[in-house]
Each structure stands twice: as structure tokens, then as C-alpha cells.
């Protein structure tokens, strides 16, 4: 059974960071992408960003690029978030997940199939 399980989420100022981890086990996590998730309340789930399975490829939505970036180590089986500049609307539960396949360009919830329980992440104005 995969396990994924999400850390580093807090409250923190409009402007600040914050680097979210996600740690892996279960099946051979250097095999696959990875991506990272967001719900915002009462919105639906949207994609935040994928790593490919040897993390020379990443994908950010249009929102996050400049102020996102994603990064894994393997030896730890442990992909992050790191998010700079944080805003307002960059207030949700975050969530990472495991795709079906090594590319990381999966931006749609089907293209993963297992999932942390998510991690909140409240930026203040």
C-alpha cells in the first residue's frame, strides 16, 4: 500500500515561504512523477505542479511560476514544495500525490492514484 504523507504547512505573511514536504513509501518512488495539488475552500482541486520520475522535468501552473518550485530527493523518497511569495490566495490544503506514469505532466486528478491527506497553508494579508 502506498502511503504519502504531507508536512510543512503553517500560517504565514503575505510575502513569506514556506517549503512543503511529502514522503513516499510503499512502491518504488524514483519510478514515478510526482505532482502537488491545491483545494481552496469551497473550490474545486487544481493542479499546482509535477516532477518527473528523474526530476530533470518540472511543471508549474501559470499561477505559481516565479514563486514555486519543485524539487525531490529519492535517497528519501521525498518530493517539496518550496513556495516564495506567498498570497492570500495561495490559501488552501495542499496536496501531494503520486501520477501513474514518470513524466510529471499529468495536470489532472485522474493521471494519479495515490494521494497524502493534505497539509493547510493559510497566507495573511
Not at 6 to 27: D, F, K, M, T
Amino acid at each position: 500500500q502506498v502511503q504519502l504523507v504531507e508536512s510543512g504547512g503553517g500560517l504565514v505573511q503575505a510575502g513569506g515561504s514556506l517549503r512543503l514536504s511529502c514522503i513516499a513509501s510503499g512502491r518504488t518512488f524514483s519510478n514515478y512523477a510526482m505532482g502537488w495539488f491545491r483545494q481552496a475552500l469551497g473550490k474545486e482541486r487544481e493542479f499546482v505542479g509535477g516532477i518527473s520520475w528523474s526530476g530533470d522535468k518540472t511543471y508549474l501552473a501559470d499561477s505559481v511560476k516565479g514563486r514555486f518550485t519543485i524539487s525531490r530527493d529519492d535517497a528519501k523518497k521525498t518530493v517539496y514544495l518550496q513556495m516564495n511569495s506567498l498570497k492570500p490566495e495561495d490559501t488552501a490544503i495542499y496536496y501531494c500525490a503520486s501520477e501513474k506514469t514518470r513524466w510529471g505532466r499529468g495536470s489532472r486528478q485522474y493521471d494519479y492514484d495515490y494521494w497524502g491527506q493534505g497539509t493547510q497553508v493559510t497566507v495573511s494579508s
